[in-house]
């Protein structure tokens, strides 16, 4: 965005402290926008006719740098671009990268439906959520507009996730179009040689586009073209190339465009771009060793700046260190990686039921807690303060002592004798060496429980209750 | 600067007489940007639509009210009309980007292992560091490519069964078991791992560790990493002997932390020619305090410091792993000169991560995890490659075809794998 602090903001506010934003007064509001945590429709006030111009003026200051560009429609719609930093510690990423898998128009009807519903509902638990995978890339690998339209209705009447319309061909193109045209596809791709009928068939169906050509000075031309037909969403691929030197250049024409489009507020070529880490499988054949390449391929580019990619392999080995890389980058690094330290209830405990320790590091306390709870274990769980880090590092650093699992369960209130029937405490297989400072400062008995938290269903079988000394 | 005024101030722009507007009513109170008034098309694509329309309404009421308009705009075509314009001709136009200016200090230059002719018995040397740039990055080549060293330690230890496979005919042997990772997984170092030493596991004495250490020294000849067991009272006396016996060698002492006698090991890495490993948790000030200790207290040169920010595994905090290490390399490149050391990842920690061994999901919900053979290695890979963007040069890792792909894909972007050119104009048919 083109402003950098709330007082620059500020200036185009009502300015009347309203508070109908729910923040207290304008100035506070105005941080929000530079943060971004907020939206200037938040703003009843600025929406009024008597504002307008400060809306319209205001609202494209604050545009991100990078397009924000929406494909799909509906609750599986999916913005893609969007970015105003390099590295994520200057603010955050938005919009996590889209990952599109592929189908293509030879399959056989049966394994093209079977493909989109393993797509469609893949899912992975990761802290209090579900990853999952965003859209279908609908390839033309036979040639024929009539079996590509046949393919494309198949998959949208199978899945609501978006679509990628795939092929150099625009009357393929446009057959697939037909069938999704309300649908807000993405189009790939209008390169040197087709540009101006896959333009015609964007500014036609008013749908996103994809520019592709590996060299940089063609893409341009590219966006300008499009952009001078007043065709402005655009996705560029700058081709990815699957190994060597080539690899080697595909990396830095990402770095080049993101470069361009946020540090030096190029606009010409600000707009989210596309790696198809699918060419792995034009190098490797064997499905394990493309998958590992592709996976390899995916997280470079999500790593440094793929807003949107082509994927192929659907085998869980590539597609967890896919979501999770791509969690990794766009997390939002400002958000606490704490919870409140305190001893809370998983399920219904009573006085038989076990008490667990672990630390306030976000993540360890909801993997765990997540393990209990999807396992039905009724417990007592103890976030004990070791500065969110978690249990081994905190057990190395001096942050999680007896002392600290103390005062815990002393700032609590929580009176074992009262609460429990059984006087004993569980600490995690990573803490085994505190036991006899635990047992030393607390005068519980202490369990070592699993290393892994996902263990303890077969934990508890063989050491709950426990057995009388 | 641009300059804005007001539609009804337009007048004055032209120098002409503002009476001429009179009886012309203009609605609204338009401001136009007398800064991009250029009226090039690519100028107009940037306007947008609707400004470059206004603009366009503006100078032809202004050709009509008589006011030389073509020459104060230097005679622009029509552009940017309301109905979507078509050409039949692609804009001719040249990219071209910046190199970053703000990278004027290069990365420490650390060199690992001595050769005969330094006062070691390695075959070769490893430089690491010297970077003026982010990894792989254009604005200046990377002049060494990132290295692998590979665990190894000196008694049996539990590990994830797809890494176990690999090393039951050597487990019992920390020689024989540092011949193997040379030998047959192409490690370019060996981490020799004394954790026997714990007093709450085996309580080994330092004499032991140190031979132990001079059996790994005599069954390779490549540089190698001395490693405690993490025991803060026990380490710097391992870390001193061991480093005795291998005088001169420059292997890294891992490691140097606040929470220990970092003075200790300091002093033996500079009686005894060594690398001092600085390591911290996660935590960019910390590292930059134990860098000053190291240089300022103990005195240990520039050049015999290698940083470990700690590795955390992908989906266990990675994240925070990632930042830290950019944050301490872009800060290093930027001019700290507390911080510009080459980084080291113990990248070894991505086992740790469930996903890498467990058999299956502990949570129903999940989808399919599939075989766990598959899914280990992947986290190993995947955890390093992200930190040697982030700027890590070496890397601490267990499995092999984990080392064999970190490797394919850091020098494929260091620049030094060749291979034949590939097509891709043509992907979207590919059967695969």
Known sequence: MKLNSPLQVYKYLPQTNCAECGETTCMAFAAHLIDRSKKLDNCPPILKEA??????????????????????????????????????????????????????????????????????????????????????????????????????????????????????????????????KDKNP???????????????????????????????????????????????????????????????????????????????????????VMAVPLNAWLVYKDTAAASYWETVLASVFTVRYGDIMILHSLEPYAMLPEVHIRETIYTDPRTPAKVAPGVNQVGSPTKD??????????????????????????????????????????????????????DAFQ????????????????????????????????????????????????????NWPPKPK | MTKKIKLSELGSLFGGDIQALEGVKIEGDVEIDLGSMGMNPQMAYALGHETAQMAMHLMNISRILGYPVDQVFGGQQQVAAAAPKRLSKLIESKFSVGKNEEWKTPIQEVILGATSSDGGTRKSTITLGGENALPYYFDSPMPHRNHITMDVFDMPINMAKAVKGNYEDVINSPAEWAKKVVRDFGADMVTIHLISTDPNIKDTSPAQAAKTVEEVLQAVDVPIVIGGSGNPEKDPAVLEKCAEVAEGERCILASASLNLDYARIAEAAKKYNHVVLSWTQLEINAQKELNRKLMKQCGVKRENILMDPTTAALGYGLDYAYTNMERIRLAGLSGDTELNFPMSSGTTNAWGAREAWMTSSPLKEDSDWGPREYRGPIWEIITGLTLSLAGNDLFMMMHPTAVQVLKEITQTLYGSKETDPVNIDNWITAVV
Request: proline fraction near 5%.
């Open chain 1, 411 to 462: 700032k609590a209130n929580f009176e074992f004798k009262e609460k429990t029937s059984h006087n004993t405490l569980i600490l995690p297989g990573l803490a085994a060496r505190l036991q006899g400072d635990v047992e030393d400062v607390t005068g519980l008995r202490v369990l070592i429980g699993p290393p892994d938290s996902g263990r303890i269903p077969g934990w508890m079988d063989k």
């Open chain 1, 51 to 180: 504002f307008k111009k400060k809306y319209i003026e205001l609202i494209t200051l604050l545009a991100p740098e990078i397009r924000e560009i929406t494909i799909g429609v509906g609750e599986r719609a999916k913005k893609i671009g969007g970015d105003d930093v390099i590295y994520r510690h200057q603010l955050t990423f938005f919009d996590p990268t889209a990952f599109a898998y592929d189908v293509w128009d030879t399959m056989p009807e049966k394994e093209l439906v079977e493909r989109v519903n393993k797509i469609t509902n893949f899912k992975k638990f990761y802290i209090g959520k579900f990853l999952r995978v965003d859209m279908i890339a609908v390839r033309c690998v036979s040639g024929d507009a009539a079996k590509f339209a046949a393919a494309v209705k198949k998959v949208n009447e199978t899945t609501t996730l978006p679509l990628i319309l795939c092929s150099f061909d625009p009357a393929i193109l446009k057959s697939g179009l037909e069938v999704v």
């Open chain 1, 186 to 272: 993405l189009l790939y791709a209008a390169n040197e040689k087709n540009w101006g009928e896959v333009a015609e068939l964007a500014l036609t169906y008013k749908v996103p586009v994809v520019l592709f050509s590996p060299d940089l000075d063609k893409l341009k031309s590219l966006a300008l073209t499009f952009g001078e037909m007043g065709i402005k969403n655009l996705v560029l691929d700058p081709g990815t190339y699957p190994q060597g030197k080539q690899l080697k250049e595909t990396f830095e024409r990402f770095i080049k465009l993101r470069r361009s489009g946020i540090k030096e507020a190029q606009k010409d070529m600000a707009y989210p």
């Open chain 1, 353 to 406: 039921s076990p008490v667990i320790v672990t630390t306030n590091f976000a993540l360890t306390y909801y993997t765990v807690e997540s393990d209990l709870s999807s396992n039905k274990i009724n417990c007592y769980l103890a976030a004990v303060d070791t500065d969110g880090i978690g249990v081994e590092a905190a057990v190395a650093g001096g942050q999680l002592t007896a002392a600290k699992i103390k």
